[in-house]
């Protein structure tokens, strides 16, 4: 089994900011790299200005750092938009670049499904993602759509820094607005939603690869 995913910015070409966008992706490019060293086996390539591609033979944890990436994405008025799709299909050897197969065409299909659909960013072409794709991503996609940046921020380091009185400490705020700040970000639901897409697949999520995640996803954009 292997996982893809092709990542897409809408509206990329609506604020003028064309450079911006293509140095926050090479950012995301750089980040995949490191985070996804203790996959098996995994390729990410940043192309065509707006889009980004992954894929691995680890679909769980394909759709962690979909999650997590979505997590982290600063431009709220420009938002991530992803097409995946898991299934049966043989990764080639060497050359990714020219590699085509029926998988990419259906990742290709699910993010054209959602392009224009404002309610939510992501589609899993998979078999039994009904409830995915029509419940769990419409949550997420609400949830991260109502974040502030300052909630956005404490999220984010609360990943690395879990123990609210030391993320107080952290940020140089009272520990009543870190409680505040997560709670209005819906950090509750949002683990919740980590957990349903770490047991969709029933392959193990590569924790080392989660743990690296969590710990420098708050730096992802400040390199």
């Not at 997590?68 to 600063?74: E, R």
Request: charged share 20%.
């Amino acid at each position: 089994m292997i996982g893809l995913f092709i990542m897409d910015v809408s509206g990329s070409t609506s604020h003028n900011n064309a450079e911006e966008i293509s140095h926050k992706l090479y950012q995301l490019e750089q980040a995949i790299i490191e985070w996804t060293v203790p996959l098996n086996r995994s390729y990410v390539n940043f192309r065509m200005g707006d889009e980004l591609f992954f894929v691995t033979d680890s679909p769980g944890s394909m759709l962690i750092l979909a999650y997590y990436i979505k997590l982290s994405w600063p431009l709220k008025s420009q938002t991530l938009k992803f097409g995946m799709a898991i299934g049966d299909s043989p990764l080639p050897d060497e050359d990714f670049e020219h590699w085509n197969a029926p998988i990419i065409k259906q990742a290709r299909l699910a993010l054209d499904s959602i392009k224009t659909n404002e309610q939510t960013d992501l589609c899993l072409a998979a078999q039994d993602a009904s409830l995915i794709n029509h419940v769990l991503f419409y949550y997420l996609t609400d949830i991260l759509q109502q974040h502030t940046d300052i909630q956005r921020e404490v999220l984010l380091c609360n990943l690395s820094i879990p123990v609210q009185k030391e993320l107080a400490l952290y940020m140089d705020k009272s520990v009543s607005t870190v409680s505040t700040h997560l709670k209005k970000a819906r950090s509750k639901q949002l683990e919740l939603i980590e957990q349903e897409l770490m047991h969709f697949t029933g392959d193990a999520v590569n924790e080392e690869m989660r743990t690296h995640i969590r710990a420098t996803l708050k730096e992802t954009f400040k390199r």
